[in-house]
């Protein structure tokens, strides 16, 4: 066995030895460092300057302060170190574009050096280390963004995107868009190393987006009952959905597509429902007509109806009736209707929005703004069961058309019998056309200082002229706190007071109503 001195005392064999290289290249220093981190490292440069680093083919590398007797030099190039021994020599080649050390162990008898031994290897890059997770909304359309944290400082992520595991092609940065291909498929993300220094891949966590929610509603024959939801999985009809047959189902109600003419999407069935109720959170941006001819609907549960971006409510809750087919005969009834949830700030249409509501026996719209709306024209029109009525609140400066509006309130019970109007501004109204028409059981009236009637032409309005048939005491003339008489037609305009259709200076002729039983 052939030995190699190399230093103070220190002996290697020669067969063991792969390659003798200089210390001073960038790509040798690498490997030391690779070798040192694993423990292979053997320093026998006693503390000197390193002249030498011995790759064995253990996988040792042995430092040495002192150059071998083997004709090697003390220092090389970078690109590559030969040395000979006897008849042999070996050439070295380092290359630092791909990190590779190629050795050959030449035979110099051999006219152009023949190969008698051929040695690779090559330099093990770090493993790119950290994390990379997924944040975002999961439904179909949302962006989703790859975030990464603890990486080595130096490296500089790249990014794809993947399907099931498949590349999702285009899909490069750091964020992506979900479509519907990717509905109920796993997304991931994997980050390498756009710089090369690192190896590896990191892949997030699965992320699995679901088609957004969409609106829509859902009318069943099993109970006659009209459901609104809000889900990413719309049945079909003849499905058994929610305990009930789906008879028909009714989408892309959260748009305007049904804001004309009296054909909500269920007209087909309004003879039928008889319940309605909002089991989702749904957000129309137009309700004209959606409940319109509904006769016989027995209960109308608002909740959940968010009316913040309604700018249309015409005929909303038009003709709907005030009794319900019961066998041979009719149930009559009262419907209540709770609007404490309400948002009507973006409405400017509320046009016969409660016309012809015969159902209907209160109604308390103080938490109504009215501050957008400009046509209220039909708006209680013929409400002919209505008993109180309160708009208090109402802010109407903007609204143009007040015709017909309250025109044959409470005309079938004869219980209507005050309105409250202090809060009206009519600045802005051209047509009180029959505003009052056919209020024959009103007789207290009370008129803000912002309160103008329009007494000519075609928009021409004014308190009835009431009788004695409905009020006692009525003799056509409406009277102020001070038991000042006028005719309706000459009320005074912008006025702040309260009116009543008898003089209250007069003692008030009981009528057989009032009478003791």
Same mark, same amino acid.
């Given at each position: 066995?052939?030995?190699?001195?190399?230093?103070?005392g220190?002996?290697v064999s020669?067969?063991?030895?792969?390659?003798?290289v200089?210390?001073e290249?960038a790509p040798?220093?690498?490997?030391?460092?690779?070798?040192?981190?694993?423990?292979?490292?053997?320093?026998a440069?006693f503390?000197r300057s390193?002249k030498?680093?011995?790759?064995?083919?253990?996988?040792?590398?042995i430092l040495?302060a002192l150059?071998p007797?083997?004709?090697?030099?003390?220092?090389?190039?970078?690109?590559?170190?030969?040395?000979?021994s006897?008849?042999?020599?070996?050439?070295?080649?380092?290359?630092?574009l791909?990190?590779?050390?190629?050795?050959?162990l030449?035979?110099?008898?051999?006219?152009?050096?023949?190969?008698?031994l051929?040695l690779?290897f090559?330099?093990?890059?770090?493993?790119?280390?950290?994390?990379v997770?997924i944040?975002?909304?999961?439904?179909?359309?949302s962006?989703?963004?790859?975030?990464?944290? %603890?990486l080595q400082a130096?490296?500089?992520?790249?990014?794809?995107w993947?399907?099931?595991?498949s590349?999702?092609?285009?899909a490069?940065?750091?964020?992506?868009?979900t479509i519907?291909?990717?509905?109920?498929?796993g997304?991931?993300?994997?980050?390498?190393?756009?710089?090369?220094?690192?190896?590896?891949t990191?892949t997030?966590?699965?992320?699995?987006?679901?088609?957004?929610?969409?609106a829509?509603?859902?009318?069943?024959?099993?109970d006659?009952s009209?459901?609104?939801?809000?889900?990413s999985e719309?049945?079909n009809?003849?499905?058994?959905?929610e305990g009930?047959?789906?008879t028909?189902?009714?989408?892309?109600?959260?748009?305007?597509?049904?804001?004309?003419?009296?054909?909500?999407?269920?007209?087909?069935y309004?003879d039928?429902?008889?319940?309605?109720?909002?089991?989702?959170?749904?957000?129309?941006?137009s309700?004209a007509?959606?409940?319109?001819?509904?006769?016989?609907?027995?209960?109308?549960?608002?909740t959940n109806?968010?009316?913040?971006e309604?700018?249309?409510?015409?005929?909303?809750?038009?003709?709907?009736?005030?009794?319900?087919?019961s066998? %041979?005969g009719?149930?009559?009834r009262?419907l209540?209707?709770?609007?404490?949830?309400?948002?009507?700030s973006?409405?400017?249409?509320m046009?016969?929005?409660?016309?012809d509501?015969h159902?209907?026996?209160?109604?308390?719209l103080?938490?109504?703004?009215?501050?957008?709306?400009?046509?209220?024209?039909f708006m209680?029109h013929n409400m002919?069961?209505i008993?109180?009525?309160?708009v208090?609140s109402f802010?109407?400066s903007?609204?143009?058309?007040?015709?017909?509006?309250?025109?044959?309130l409470?005309s079938?019970?004869d219980k209507f019998?005050?309105l409250?109007?202090?809060?009206?501004?009519?600045?802005?109204?051209? %047509?009180?056309?029959?505003?009052?028409?056919? %209020?024959v059981?009103?007789?207290?009236?009370?008129l803000g200082?912002?309160?103008?009637f329009?007494?000519w032409?075609?928009?021409?309005g004014?308190?009835?002229?009431?009788?004695?048939d /409905?009020?006692?005491?009525?003799?056509?003339?409406?009277?102020n706190?001070a038991?000042?008489?006028?005719?309706p037609?000459v009320?005074p305009? /912008?006025v702040a007071d309260?009116y009543?259709?008898y003089?209250?200076?007069?003692?008030?002729?009981?009528?057989?109503?009032?009478s003791?039983?």
């Open positions: 066995m052939t030995l190699i001195n190399i230093g103070f220190n002996m020669a067969q063991r030895v792969i390659a003798m200089s210390p290249s040798i220093k690498r490997m030391i460092q690779d070798v040192r981190d694993k423990g292979l490292l053997i320093d440069s503390g390193t030498a680093a011995l790759i064995m083919d253990s996988g040792n590398v040495s150059t007797d083997t004709g090697g030099k003390d220092s090389a190039p970078a690109s590559g170190i030969d040395f000979s006897g008849s042999k020599e070996l050439r070295l080649k380092v290359s630092k791909d990190r590779k050390i190629n050795a050959a030449m035979d110099k008898a051999s006219s152009g050096g023949t190969d008698m051929k690779g090559k330099f093990s890059e770090k493993a790119l280390q950290g994390v997770s944040s975002g909304d999961t439904t179909v359309g962006t989703l963004t790859a975030t990464t944290s %603890n130096d490296a500089k992520p790249s990014y794809q993947y399907r099931d595991g590349v999702i092609s285009g490069t940065g750091s964020t992506y868009t519907e291909e990717d509905d109920g498929h997304i991931t993300c994997k980050v390498s190393d756009s710089t090369g220094k690192y190896t590896g990191l997030s966590n699965a992320i699995t987006p679901v088609k957004p929610a969409e829509f509603a859902v009318y069943s024959a099993d006659n009209l459901n609104f939801y809000k889900r719309v049945p009809v003849g499905q058994v959905f009930r047959t789906a028909a189902v009714y989408t892309g109600i959260e748009t305007d597509v049904y804001s004309t003419g009296n054909q909500q999407p269920w007209w087909d309004s039928d429902i008889r319940t309605v109720k909002f089991l989702d959170v749904v957000k129309p941006v309700t007509y959606w409940f319109f001819d509904c006769k016989f609907i027995k209960s109308l549960n608002l109806l968010d009316t913040s309604v700018t249309n409510m015409e005929y909303m809750f038009c003709h709907i009736y005030d009794y319900i087919p066998g %041979n009719s149930v009559f009262a209540a209707l709770d609007f404490s949830g309400f948002d009507t973006n409405v400017t249409n046009r016969g929005m409660f016309r509501n159902a209907v026996e209160s109604l308390d103080s938490g109504f703004d009215t501050s957008s709306v400009t046509d209220m024209s209680f002919t069961r008993q109180s009525l309160d208090r802010d109407t903007r609204v143009v058309n007040m015709e017909y509006m309250f025109k044959g409470g079938v019970l019998k005050s409250d109007l202090s809060s009206f501004d009519t600045s802005n109204v051209t %047509n009180m056309k029959g505003m009052f028409d056919n %209020n059981c009103l007789e207290l009236v009370t200082s912002r309160f103008r329009i007494t032409g075609d928009g021409a004014y308190l009835p002229r009431q009788t004695p /409905y009020i006692p005491g009525a003799d056509g003339m409406w009277y706190t038991g000042q008489g006028f005719n037609n009320v305009s /912008y309260t009543t259709a003089n209250p200076a007069l003692q008030r002729p009981v009528s057989l109503s009032e003791p039983v």
